[in-house]
């Protein structure tokens, strides 16, 4: 794995500004592989052995993502939306399973790890990369069971929803009486007010 500095700059260049997310993402996922024993997850020998849960959809997400090269559409990166600075890194090799917890205590302590900078954000991001890992996170040893829908891989199960006919991939489905049924129809969707429509150009085609 490249140094701290050196994925951090490529953490934000990706991400699109330094912020001190970046810093708390990259430093989560050095320890996190560290853990779980990948030194080189983006290596073509290590890359389908990590599976990486995180818990909040913010700046960190982007550099975790970045710096261990797991992605939505590989299913190496799952998304659990706890709202919780935190993410769990797996080794589906070992079975070995970390949650890395970015702590509260961190950004009390932020004034005294970098006393000489003036400017939250800025004396956040200095102090994030002061900190040891002991006072920047909180590490649990943890269990996820994974079953053979969530791996990664080619698709290993569909079903068709009973009440709308749309093809449900990976057990997503919901069984109602008896019978499959897509999420949106089972629990109501995220969307309202759907409607098919056409639009200028709907048949054009890159070749």
Avoid at 96 to 125: M, N
């Amino acid at each position: 794995m490249e140094n701290f500095e050196t994925l951090l700059k490529g953490s934000a260049e990706s991400h699109g500004h330094l912020c001190p997310g970046q810093v708390v993402g990259v430093r989560m996922s050095i320890l996190g592989c560290k853990l779980i024993g990948l030194n080189d997850p983006k290596a073509p020998d290590q890359i389908k052995k990590i599976i990486i849960y995180v818990e909040i959809d913010r700046c960190a997400t982007d550099a975790i993502a970045y710096v261990t090269g797991v992605k939505l559409g590989r299913r190496s990166l799952k998304f659990v939306d706890y709202g919780i600075m935190a993410a769990t890194f797996v080794n589906l090799e070992t079975g070995k399973a970390y949650r890395v917890v970015s702590t509260e205590e961190s950004r009390d302590l932020v004034p005294s790890y970098a006393p000489e900078i003036t400017g939250k954000g800025q004396q956040q991001l200095e102090a994030y990369k002061r900190m040891p890992d002991s006072v920047l996170f909180r590490v649990q040893e943890v269990q996820v069971p994974i079953g053979e829908s969530d791996l990664p891989g080619p698709t290993r199960h569909k079903a068709i929803c009973a009440r709308c006919g749309q093809v449900v991939r990976d057990k997503r489905e919901v069984i109602v009486e008896g019978v499959p049924v897509c999420q949106p129809c089972a629990r109501g969707p995220y969307f309202s007010s759907a409607r098919e429509i056409t639009w200028p150009d709907m048949n054009w085609a890159p070749a």
